[in-house]
């Protein structure tokens, strides 16, 4: 069977060479005569693994020494309520802002009304979540104990290119479905969190990087697992964490690593996205619904404007090989979800695809 | 390399022919051109992975329509949180009940004390855990929302085998270390949980098994990823589950049911614990700690009295391929654990190099 070319949100496309190294040592690691799976994350050998996938990550991302990072569980949706369980009380006003910016962004902002005061300063829901929403500085509250932000909306496809100026108020970022894929300044962020399954690994580990003095203020409903320090100061190994999923997210930090690291990464996930969205923008049958300046690079949409043109197309891809270009259940149409996994040559063939269905349906 | 003999606590050793099975279709499952790990949690094809395995599981423990099987994550940890947050309301008195049989039921009651009224009604802690506390019903709390038990205590290697009367109150059972090692009457239970990495496959799963009378009772503050019945409604998938584990559970679950179930599991295991506390009542230089009649079937400990000693013996078995017999830094001395995918054959290879240690260390 040839290996498909597989457009999905998430899980999504890992590197064939991650997988062939993750299967050719599944069943012995090295001289271990064990699997990953199998090896007590007390063991030497198993924290050899995971402390190489946290300088890994922090060398790819530039993360420096007052930046915890965290391998945690339970997704961007546990984070959700985990940030303003560990961040209401930082500040002492039990205050955040939230921009919202699509689905998740939303979910987020419901989710933390449970544990504060929470002000939605900027919305784009009116648009449909076209568009990153337009904001106005004066809106934000400078006592906030954060600012939140989903950087890259995965169902809508748009993305943050700017980031709100907080002042002293720390950010707080889900970029999940952005990470690794272009270069970020940590440093304008309190905290930015990410589920691993769409640029790291298999679904099942969450990545939390967080600056230091955001460790220690969590409210006193705070379950022991979701306390950002107790993980902090256990190296994410309070209780077991899920071993083999941060085990698949190093492969992939050692093979971004060896293809020039995030910047390199940058360039290629640039150039796909313009062969794609240039199509777009060209194509009599296809559209993007995105204001321009906010497309996103990892999640591109398109519609045909008639929903039996769109499954049709979504129905021939399949079975051409394309996978899981269906876009998400809420707003209907295509997206492509193109991670950095997804080699230039599956979307200049998904291109050439669309370029013989939309000949083909004049 | 030869495989080693495994006797980690956790994670622990799984069957090879399951690990065999998962290198095989790790870069491409069955006919799909994708690896599981790269499957959109809401494709038909992992759909069909995530249903089968609970299947298998129900048929494997014999639970009834009325329970819930859920696929978390977090282990079991996040459950000591979880578990009062969604139970203490349930007959709205907050009260629960705690038996104290070791470090992993201390750590579920302190928990749990951040949430309600919790009472140890019986406790090991004098004993120093070696036994199963003994318990009078007359102390237990007939208005108590649960009664909470640890079924096996992995640093003791303890196990309950009668379970407290607690008339209506729904008993909630910590199984990590023992699920599927028996046979058990899940009617028994409100609710049982598992932290996967022990008997079921990599760390990363928590398999929660509760009455569905007991769902939709959270407190106001419960993070949605934490409410059961959000989870139960969603068949496990609210958000992106952990899908590669969820996987490896279903691979294990059919290799079970292919040995002839849990039955066959628990005569197995019975077996194997019997060749190794055999010896350790004959042996002049080893001795298990527990009451005999709380010995554990999954977790058997052992000390020579002599901390050198035991530390001689720990480096000798290493160097032999029996490793990750260290007990727990608590309390020192030895420890094999032995879930379903130990042979027992292993055991037998154990017990007679120990044999031999003994008699060269006379």
Redo the contacts between chains.
């Keep these: 069977?040839?290996?498909?070319y597989?457009f999905?949100?998430?899980?999504?496309?890992?590197p064939?060479s991650v997988?062939?190294k993750?299967?050719k040592e599944?069943?012995?690691y090295?001289?271990?005569?064990?699997?990953v799976?199998?090896?007590?994350?007390r063991?030497k050998m198993y924290e050899e693994i995971i402390f190489k996938a946290e300088a890994d990550l922090r060398q790819l991302m530039n993360i420096p020494e007052n930046y915890k990072v965290l391998f945690l569980?339970?997704?961007?949706?546990?984070q959700?309520?985990?940030v303003p369980?560990n961040l209401l009380s930082a500040y002492q006003t039990g205050k955040a802002d939230y921009i919202n910016s699509g689905n998740f962004a939303n979910l987020a902002m419901k989710?933390a009304k449970?544990?504060g005061d929470i002000k939605e300063v900027a919305s784009s829901k009116a648009q449909g979540y076209s568009q990153i929403p337009d904001w106005d500085e004066k809106k934000f509250r400078a006592d906030a104990d954060y600012f939140y932000i989903c950087m890259n909306n995965t169902i809508y496809g748009t993305r943050f290119t700017k980031l709100p100026q907080t002042g002293n108020v720390p950010l707080v970022a889900d970029i999940s479905s952005c990470i690794l894929s272009q270069e970020y300044d940590i440093t304008k962020f309190g905290i930015a969190f990410a589920?691993a399954?769409k640029n790291v690994?298999?679904?099942?580990?969450t990545i939390v990087i967080i600056r230091d003095d955001l460790l220690g203020h969590a409210l006193?409903?705070t379950?022991?697992?979701?306390n950002y320090q107790v993980m902090a100061e256990k190296d994410s190994m309070?209780?077991?964490?899920?071993?083999?999923?941060i085990y698949?997210a190093g492969l992939t930090f050692e093979y971004l690593l060896s293809q020039g690291g995030v910047k390199a990464m940058e360039q290629r996930n640039i150039e796909k996205a313009r062969i794609l969205y240039d199509f777009l923008d060209e194509s009599k049958l296809f559209h993007n619904p995105v204001r321009k300046c906010d497309r996103s690079l990892m999640n591109a949409t398109f519609v045909t404007g008639d929903a039996d043109k769109d499954a049709a197309f979504v129905k021939a891809a399949t079975a051409a090989?394309f996978?899981?270009l269906k876009g998400h259940r809420s707003v209907g149409g295509m997206r492509a979800s193109i991670y950095n996994a997804m080699p230039e040559e599956g979307i200049v063939k998904l291109v050439a695809f669309m370029k013989q269905f939309e000949a083909d349906n004049k």
Tied chains: 1, 2.
């Design positions: 069977m040839n290996r498909v597989n999905s949100a998430g899980p999504s496309m890992l064939l997988l062939e993750a299967q599944l069943v012995c090295g001289e271990s005569g064990m699997s799976m199998e090896m007590s994350h063991s569980q339970g997704g961007a949706s546990m959700f309520a985990q369980l989710e449970r544990y589920g399954q690994g298999p679904a099942g580990v006193d409903i379950p022991t697992m979701l309070y209780n077991t964490p899920p071993t083999y999923g698949m090989g996978v899981n």
